[in-house]
């Protein structure tokens, strides 16, 4: 079922005919940091952790994260493979590695990938409302007006 889930939004990602709002809603927040992807991608990741280590603690959260890089590595073979490190100040240093490497496009490609990828996961575990109001936790007003109008456009 997971497997099917992931086909279907890296299918959608790259087709953008997802039907979930948080996977456009992750692709809009990060199409504006196209200079600035790692940065932008690291400071996101940083807040996602704090809120989802709060609700699963840190082994659950490297957990879905290694899971989550593992999956997206199928469609970005280049995406960091290492489990975030125990400090917090440097747990995403090979993830920004990564993306710093590449293209500020396919970085941004990667990450929202990636991204979507681990909130899948994370609904499928938690369900898809109290990922969803996680996710609003994380990304703030700009994340709710989005996703209100996405919700009204359906």
């Known amino acids: 079922m997971l497997a099917t ?22 692709k809009d927040l990060m199409a ?3 200079e600035t992807v790692a940065d932008a991608a690291i400071h996101f990741w940083e807040q996602m952790a704090a809120q989802i280590i709060l609700i699963v603690g840190e082994a659950g959260f490297n957990a879905l994260y290694a899971r989550s890089v ?19 100040d440097q747990r995403f240093t090979e993830l920004k ?3 710093e490497a ?15 990828t681990f909130t899948d996961i994370l609904a499928a575990l938690i369900g898809e409302e109290l990922t969803a109001s996680i ?12 996703a209100g109008k996405e919700l009204e456009d359906e």
């Open 5 to 26: 889930s992931l086909y279907r939004s890296i299918v959608e990602f790259f087709t953008g005919t997802s039907d979930l709002p948080r996977h456009q809603i992750i």
């Open 32 to 34: 504006p940091h196209t």
């Open 70 to 88: 593992f999956l997206t590595q199928s469609t970005f073979p280049w995406l960091s493979a290492g489990l975030p490190s125990p400090r917090s």
């Open 97 to 99: 590695t990564s993306l």
């Open 102 to 116: 590449q293209t500020p496009a396919l970085a941004s490609q990667a990450n929202s990938l990636l991204l979507i």
């Open 135 to 146: 996710l609003r936790s994380v990304w703030g007003d700009d994340a709710s007006i989005k």
